[in-house]
T-cell receptor
Framework: DAGVIQSPRHEVTEMGQEVTLRCKPISGHNSLFWYRQTMMRGLELLIYFNNNVPIDDSGMPEDRFSAKMPNASFSTLKIQPSEPRDSAVYFC?????????????FGEGSRLTVL | GIQVEQSPPDLILQEGANSTLRCNFSDSVNNLQWFHQNPWGQLINLFYIPSGTKQNGRLSATTVATERYSLLYISSSQTTDSGVYFCAPRDNYGQNFVFGPGTRLSVLP
């Protein structure tokens, strides 16, 4: 079975450019999570969706960040405009069920470098 | 929200040694997972263990939810065990997995 698929794996861009990260969750999973990992802050939740609906976006740093899940098999995380402090590894993860039970599975991450 | 502590923060072992990693959390949980982040950055599921004890080869884990801690045991460590180990409890309210700061393990040949 395919796991969580993220693209691109690596992205290098210049400050001010728009960045779009993509995620395909595991088929049949109802919950999708976006995490960001940095040396300073560790793994922090940005936003998560249940059944394509955003439930908690309190971790989204500011208005420059937005996330969508137009259907059960696709989500995007967009940064516009990007800044050097956005450099990090962005992970997408999915989990079956929406009631708080179910194992979390991660994609391989998208490493973003903003110059 | 739930607070998560992991200890020790860093651990250096000689190949073949055993170790115990600890995770403390501040509130009730309905779910807890242990992950290994390998040197290539991949987050690999080790255990889904909201309570009780599980074993998988040289690794085992125990969660005592009533006392708000979980332990990960690594026996006969190998160099491939190197990396960072995270615990991630999921609280009863927010349904969010909260990651601890991790334990960085280095196994020397």
């Amino acid at each position: 079975d395919a796991g969580v698929i993220q693209s691109p794996r690596h992205e290098v861009t210049e400050m001010g450019q728009e960045v779009t990260l993509r995620c395909k969750p595991i088929s049949g999973h109802n919950s999708l999570f976006w995490y960001r990992q940095t040396m300073m802050r560790g793994l922090e939740l940005l936003i998560y969706f249940n059944n394509n609906v955003p439930i908690d976006d309190s971790g989204m740093p500011e208005d420059r960040f937005s996330a969508k899940m137009p259907n059960a098999s696709f989500s995007t995380l967009k940064i516009q405009p990007s800044e050097p402090r956005d450099s990090a590894v962005y992970f997408c993860a999915s989990s079956p069920g929406t009631s708080g039970f179910g194992e979390l599975f991660f994609g391989e991450g998208s490493r973003l470098t903003v110059l | 929200g739930i607070q998560v502590e992991q200890s020790p923060p860093d651990l250096i072992l000689q190949e073949g040694a055993n170790s115990t990693l600890r995770c403390n959390f501040s509130d009730s949980v309905n779910n807890l997972q242990w992950f290994h982040q390998n040197p290539w950055g991949q987050l690999i599921n080790l255990f889904y263990i909201p309570s009780g004890t599980k074993q998988n080869g040289r690794l085992s884990a125990t969660t005592v939810a009533t006392e708000r801690y979980s332990l990960l045991y690594i026996s006969s460590s190998q160099t491939t065990d190197s990396g960072v180990y995270f615990c991630a409890p999921r609280d009863n309210y927010g349904q969010n997995f909260v990651f601890g700061p991790g334990t960085r393990l280095s196994v020397l040949p």
